[in-house]
């Protein structure tokens, strides 16, 4: 990982790319959101109406968002707020995603699991994006070049359920494309196909670099050209407002993702000089 630039170097602001910041407004939006609807925001759900305490960890998810939101601005919180959103992230997706998703698997748990997979993701490169110049003689296993590839490999593999919903759910993926594109079949299987296809080659290390820019690019364009047009025109249920809202965060998770491959190659395999 190429060591960043740092524009704020004399500021009591911290933030590394604009992807950071981007992802931290948006962070703190979604734990207002949490609040505003008193149940989890989407991406956190689903989370079983029986589950042990539930209400207590609504609240307590909208405030870490909250707070690690407002952290990640600032240069003396910004550290701690990364690794505090991560740990939380990791123990929702290691002792609630993949193990509902292994005793129940359906397209709610495997879903839900890609998802919290991407945003972890995005979130442990962020982490080390902050940290990298206090820790780059390896201190934080999170952040060496061990930790980074497991992360990007944890982003690849989240992507790649999300590219078969295409072709497994076609007739509720076709429906979406809007009507001026046309060859609605098309587009699904094509971005079907791309979710794939990134997932793979940031996976494995192989043309990341780009894969991760054009997958960046093409959620925020699902974004942009289906979900938000929609919203507007107040075709969406209650479901299709969560996506809206789940897209959003995925596209600022998968932008970070992207800039941590800032100095690596375009094209060809990964190099493991950060």
């Keep these: 990982m190429q060591e960043v630039d740092r524009p704020y170097e004399n500021s009591e602001i911290s ?3 604009v992807s950071h910041g981007v992802f931290a407004v948006v962070l703190i939006g979604w734990g207002i959101l949490g609040l505003i609807k008193g149940d989890f925001a989407p991406g956190w759900q689903p989370v079983p109406e029986s589950f042990p305490g539930r209400m207590f ?8 968002c909250m707070a690690c939101g407002t952290g990640l601005l600032f240069r003396r919180s910004a ?3 990364a690794r505090v959103l991560l740990g939380w992230l990791m ?10 998703m292994v005793l129940n698997f359906s397209v709610g748990t495997w879903w839900s699991a890609s998802s919290t997979a991407i945003i972890t993701a995005g ?3 962020l982490y080390a994006q902050i940290t990298y110049d206090r820790d780059r003689h390896g201190s934080d296993f999170l952040v060496g070049d061990k930790g980074v590839r497991i992360a990007r490999a944890l982003f690849g593999l989240g992507l790649i359920p999300i590219g078969l919903a295409h072709f497994i759910y076609l007739d509720a993926t076709a429906p979406l494309v809007p009507s001026w594109l046309q060859w609605p079949v098309f ?3 094509f971005t079907g196909g791309a979710f794939i296809a990134a997932g793979l080659a940031t996976t494995f290390g192989v043309f990341a670099r780009l894969a991760s820019i054009l997958v960046t690019v093409q959620i925020g364009l699902l974004t942009l050209i289906v979900w938000i047009p929609l919203a507007f025109a107040g ?10 809202e789940v897209s959003i965060v995925l596209t600022c998770c998968a932008w970070v993702v992207a800039d941590s491959y800032r100095g690596t190659r375009w094209v060809g395999a990964e190099s493991n000089n950060r």
């Design 15 to 17: 933030i590394v790319t």
């Design 235 to 244: 075709h969406l249920n209650a479901f299709q407002w969560g996506e809206l």
């Design 91 to 100: 123990a929702w997706l290691l002792l609630l995603r993949l193990p509902w």
């Design 123 to 125: 979130v442990w490169l």
């Design 57 to 64: 960890l609504v609240y307590i998810t909208a405030f870490l």
């Design 79 to 81: 550290d701690m707020a």
């Design 187 to 189: 587009w699904s299987y």
